[in-house]
């Protein structure tokens, strides 16, 4: 598994928590704070990672001493990370082989209607054909956003490389690549954002 995710779920459940003051709590009436969930589905995990499902989340280690902190205290995250498999459908455990059906970007949708239909009991009505079909179409655009991802990352690995070892500006890079002049400007704010 990824730790950027792992690193990105902390981030965003201490906001969600952040986020709270002055809304849920004000000043330092900290015992107000309620817990958040952060719920991250990897389609394609890296390495091992596959069919697996990681909570995360705040416990004491007691150093030194009995302290005896209620649960209720400390206990205001949890980060879960589901890996599915990148193989496909296949799956042992329910939720990742139901996810994972619902995302898979190599089986045909009417395959995934019958998986769900005679594995899960879900009738195909209208209304869930409907939401599948949705959900089908999410796992499309969740691989082609990965693709896009990719490839940008991979663009501005070679401009840098060119401007590091020929001496380039990031204009002459992105024009030595072939990268399109309407395209130029938001390779050059990330390569920005990016320093």
Request: charged content about 25%; proline content about 3%; hydrophobic content about 35%.
């Amino acid at each position: 598994m990824s730790y950027a995710i792992v690193t990105r779920g902390v981030y965003y459940a201490a906001r969600l928590i952040s986020r709270q003051k002055g809304t849920v709590f004000e000043r330092s009436d900290y015992d107000k704070i309620q817990k958040v969930y952060t719920i991250w589905i990897c389609p394609s995990p890296s390495g091992d990672n596959s069919n697996s499902i990681v909570e995360y989340g705040l416990k004491p280690t007691k150093t030194i001493g009995q302290v005896n902190e209620p649960v209720e205290n400390y206990d205001k995250m949890k980060i879960i990370i589901i890996s599915l498999n990148d193989k496909g459908m296949e799956g042992d455990n329910s939720i990742i082989r139901l996810l994972s059906t619902l995302l898979s970007t190599t089986e045909s949708v009417e395959k995934r209607k019958q998986i769900l239909e005679s594995e899960f009991n879900i009738p195909m009505t209208k209304e869930i054909e409907e939401e599948v079909l949705e959900m089908c179409n999410l796992g499309m655009a969740v691989e082609l956003k990965g693709v896009k991802q990719g490839k940008e990352q991979s663009l501005l690995e070679s401009i840098r490389n060119l401007m590091k070892n020929l001496k380039l500006s990031a204009e002459q890079a992105m024009d030595a690549l072939g990268i399109p002049k309407d395209d130029q400007a938001h390779y050059a704010a990330m390569l920005g954002s990016n320093n």
